[in-house]
């Protein structure tokens, strides 16, 4: 889902080079190569941003401090995210990588009470950042009762019942040899 997001925001930095010029074939081209150096650049930058981390942690004995060592790792991230805005990556493509490479190799670099506390800070923000965006999708239906018309919730009731299909449709297809292999 995550992923999915973030290859959504790199396809529409890229595709506004569309909308700003004439359609021809060099323009798709560029527009091509743009995508892969923004995807291809922050994954780069993601992952040697959390193998970078990694080393320091190993080497610096910080055992006696988990809170400095949650800190240096939710920093650390912080300066991921930033760095690949600066250089005009994704932010998110190179967060996400960090985070996937830094769960297989920083996270066993931290003492035990500093991974416990790490993943209990992540889960805390994880659920606080849930209920703030179901809390603002949850208003948003109240602050747009004078643009509902009839079409309006035609197109987002035919769009929920696709998605849904849709899902169920992927679901049984891919637990239907799941669950034969299992058997």
């Given amino acids: 889902s995550v992923l999915n997001d973030a290859v959504a925001?790199?396809?529409?930095?890229?595709?506004?080079i569309l909308?700003?010029?004439?359609?021809?074939?060099?323009?798709?081209?560029?527009?091509?190569?743009?995508?892969l150096?923004?995807?291809?650049?922050?994954?780069?930058?993601?992952?040697?941003?959390?193998?970078?981390?990694?080393?320091?942690?190993?080497?610096?004995?910080?055992?006696r401090f988990p809170k400095l060592e949650v800190a240096i790792v939710l920093?650390?991230?912080?300066?991921?995210?930033?760095?690949?805005?600066?250089?005009?990556?994704?932010?998110?493509?190179?967060?996400l990588v960090f985070s996937m490479a830094g769960n297989h190799y920083l996270g066993y670099n931290l003492s035990p009470v500093g991974q416990v506390s790490?993943?209990?800070?992540?889960?805390?923000?994880?659920?606080?950042?849930?209920?703030?965006v179901a809390i603002f999708i949850g208003l948003s239906v109240f602050a747009l009762d004078h643009y509902l018309s009839y079409y309006t919730l035609l197109v987002a009731f035919w769009t929920t019942a696709f998605i849904a299909l849709g899902r169920l449709t992927?679901?049984?297809?891919?637990?239907?040899?799941?669950?034969?292999?299992?058997?």
Avoid at 81 to 95: D, N, P, Q
Avoid at 123 to 131: D, K, L, S
């Fill in 37 to 63: 150096y923004l995807s291809i650049g922050s994954v780069l930058l993601g992952l040697s941003s959390s193998l970078l981390a990694s080393f320091v942690m190993k080497h610096v004995d910080l055992d």
């Fill in 9 to 16: 925001v790199v396809f529409f930095k890229t595709s506004i």
């Fill in 170 to 183: 992927h679901s049984i297809i891919l637990f239907i040899p799941i669950n034969i292999t299992l058997k």
């Fill in 75 to 95: 920093s650390w991230g912080y300066f991921t995210y930033v760095l690949c805005e600066l250089f005009a990556f994704s932010g998110i493509i190179g967060l």
């Fill in 19 to 35: 909308v700003e010029h004439t359609l021809s074939p060099l323009l798709l081209f560029l527009t091509v190569v743009r995508f």
């Fill in 118 to 132: 790490l993943r209990e800070t992540l889960r805390i923000g994880a659920f606080i950042a849930e209920t703030i």
